[in-house]
């Protein structure tokens, strides 16, 4: 039972314009999410996080939205460019959970 | 600051065969858990530790299994190997709650042969 989804595989987006990579959840649990990034041969690095108690997070480039409701939340970044090129993990996590339940990924390139 | 060390880096077994790998966490790090990332299927937990307690266990047979050790460090086994066990196996380290401090090694890519 997938937990996490991210329905999109692979998004090709031009430099300088806008990445949305969209994750879904199906857990209402949940109440705590993060995206990572990796690099081939690199473990994931973590790029963002968002409570469940807020609808939108920020960082530079970066910003991620929550929509409870829809049980969806989408990460923007802003402008894009060759070098976030990567795969992009959601992750999500519970109050007093101590594991993260992963999206099966989606490989982003940025193109120049 | 050091980050989390996975070691080896690369291993190759053959089917039948049992494996272990290792992980030394951040330092002040006093939880570790251990991913299996496969093609297509993200990353899939498999425990976590903390003060060499098991916390939580994925869904995975019996053949895998941990512990950790009162420095920290962490080993994961895998017994009787089977093909489909060859993934990269990443160890990720936090203080202990988890969220957001989640810091991951490089892993350990394991081909089963």
């Known amino acids: 039972d997938q937990q996490v989804k991210q329905n999109s595989p692979s998004l090709s987006v031009q430099e300088g314009r806008i990445s949305i990579l969209n994750c879904d959840y199906t857990n209402s649990m949940f109440d705590y999410f993060l995206w990572y990034k990796k690099y081939p041969a690199e473990g994931p690095t973590f790029l963002i996080s968002?409570?469940?108690?807020?609808d939108k997070n920020e960082d530079g480039r970066f910003t991620v939205f929550l929509n409870k409701s829809a049980k969806h939340l989408s990460l923007h970044i802003v402008p894009s460019q060759p070098g976030d090129s990567a795969v992009y993990f959601c992750a999500a996590n519970r109050s007093g959970g101590n594991k993260l339940v992963f999206g099966a990924g989606t490989i982003l390139r940025v193109k120049s | 600051k050091a980050g989390v060390t996975q070691t080896p880096r690369y291993l190759i077994k053959t089917r039948g065969q049992q494996v272990t790998l290792s992980c030394s966490p951040i330092?002040?790090?006093?939880?570790v858990s251990w991913y299996q990332q496969t093609p297509g299927q993200g990353l899939q937990f498999l425990f976590e530790?903390?003060?060499?307690?098991?916390?939580n266990k994925g869904n995975f047979p019996g053949r895998f299994s941990g512990r950790q050790f009162s420095n920290s460090r962490s080993e994961m086994n895998v017994s009787t190997l089977e093909l489909g066990d060859s993934a990269l196996y990443l160890c990720a380290s936090s203080i202990g709650t988890g969220k957001h401090g989640y810091t991951f090694g490089s892993g350990t890519r394991l081909t089963v042969v």
């Open positions: 530790y903390f003060s060499e307690t098991q916390r």
């Open positions: 330092s002040g790090h006093r939880s």
């Open positions: 968002i409570s469940s108690i807020k």
